[in-house]
């Protein structure tokens, strides 16, 4: 597929393209989501401003249920499927993260 014909493309085209690869398990963490599904029409979609949505991309774990269930909604996947994802994430970022004693 050419890409200026993917960038044309609705979004709910451009979700059908992915969803085979959340499927398939090609999809592991939250952020990769949207190497297939435009952050500002996923935004738009979900009614929040870009810049809040952006936020919430690079700090999942700031994401409320109910914009996780509102999401899932959006994408037309399963909340756990992104819980999972969410979850995924955020515990990819604590694996770099040395405890500390404080004795």
Known sequence: MR???????????????????LDAGGIKLFKDLFQYVPKSSVAKKLGIKYHRFLKLTQNPQDLRYREVYSLARVLNIDPMILSNLVHNQINQGKRGVKKVNLK
Do not use: D, N, S
Request: aromatic residues 6%.
């Open 3 to 21: 890409l200026c014909a993917y960038l044309r493309m609705a979004l709910e085209e451009k979700i059908k393209i992915m969803k085979p690869l």
